[in-house]
């Protein structure tokens, strides 16, 4: 097995799930990560946006025959449907059970779990210990659904690097649960070497999305200097995405790389093609060293 490419659909909001999966075959891919969340009727009204009105997004209370639809869309482009990411809060073991459900209906291997945000108001041992009790019976939720569990590293949560990732998963099953490697969300916040994290992930290092951010600088009238994060093209941020796929093969990583561009550069037919394009040069170089 080697590395695969996919997409998260809340990437790609413009697209209905069948011109999504269409795209992505396209442009070379093989797997596809479903946005699942509740659009509101408001949202709707709008102009398709990543988080508001996105086209191709399960519905959180989609019917067995609703769900079809997307594993339809899929596989008649000739791809899996590799993962379905909703917006949990950690505790909620009722809606992570609806979710692993939905994943099994459709085939996906793997689920986002919720995951405790931090911003001050509560300290961090005690939502550690949350974290850790949820974690721990969501783990066994997954074993019993055969769907992976994973933890996405994010800026603004108790995991915005790998290490602080794989404190939360000590002791607990690889198979059951892991962490979603995001390096863009750690430009944001939790930077640290690549390959160091994805060591002390070993076994729990379960995905990777591939998007890209950047500082920009603001100087203000007392001429002190205010920093802010934002979006970035894939080539053009701050992660050095040919690092981080060369030390993915060095730790034998051969799972997926799902695009979640938030650049707005490229139109989402484009921006797929992109992203292919990109990650097969910088897989070939990294093989070639």
Not at 12 to 33: H, K, N, R, V
Not at 75 to 96: E, N, T
């Amino acid at each position: 097995m080697s590395i695969r490419l996919s997409v998260f659909t809340v990437a790609t909001p413009d697209l209905q799930p069948e011109e999504l999966a269409a795209s992505a075959a396209a442009a070379g891919l093989q797997g596809i990560e479903w946005r699942y969340a509740r659009t509101s009727d408001e949202a709707r009204q709008q102009a398709p946006s990543y988080w508001g009105n996105n086209l191709a997004t399960i519905p959180v209370d989609a019917s067995e025959e609703e769900l079809a639809r997307y594993e339809r869309a899929a596989s008649a482009a000739g791809l899996r449907s590799i993962g379905i990411a909703p917006y949990l809060r950690c505790g909620d073991l009722d809606a992570a059970e609806r979710v692993l459900a939905a994943a099994r209906s459709l085939g996906a291997d793997m689920i986002r779990l919720g995951l405790h945000g931090y911003d001050r108001t509560r300290p961090f041992g005690e939502l550690y210990e949350e974290q850790r009790r949820y974690l721990a019976e969501a783990a066994v939720l997954c074993r019993r659904y055969g769907v992976k569990g994973v933890l996405e590293t994010h800026h603004g949560t108790i995991a915005p690097s790998a290490s602080a990732a794989a404190r939360l998963l000590e002791g607990l099953d690889p198979d059951a649960v892991g962490v979603l490697l995001d390096p863009g969300n750690m430009v944001h916040e939790g930077f640290e070497n690549y390959r160091m994290g994805m060591e002390l992930l070993g076994p729990h290092l379960a995905h990777v999305h591939m998007k890209n951010a950047a500082w920009t600088s603001t100087e203000r009238e007392d001429g002190s200097v205010r920093w802010t994060c934002g979006w970035a093209g894939m080539r053009r941020g701050i992660v050095d995405w040919a690092q981080v796929t060369a030390d993915l093969a060095a730790v034998g990583y051969d799972g997926w790389i799902g695009v979640e561009d938030f650049s707005g550069e490229h139109r989402s037919p484009e921006m797929l093609r992109q992203f292919a394009a990109y990650m097969r040069e910088l897989l070939q170089e990294s093989a070639a060293r």
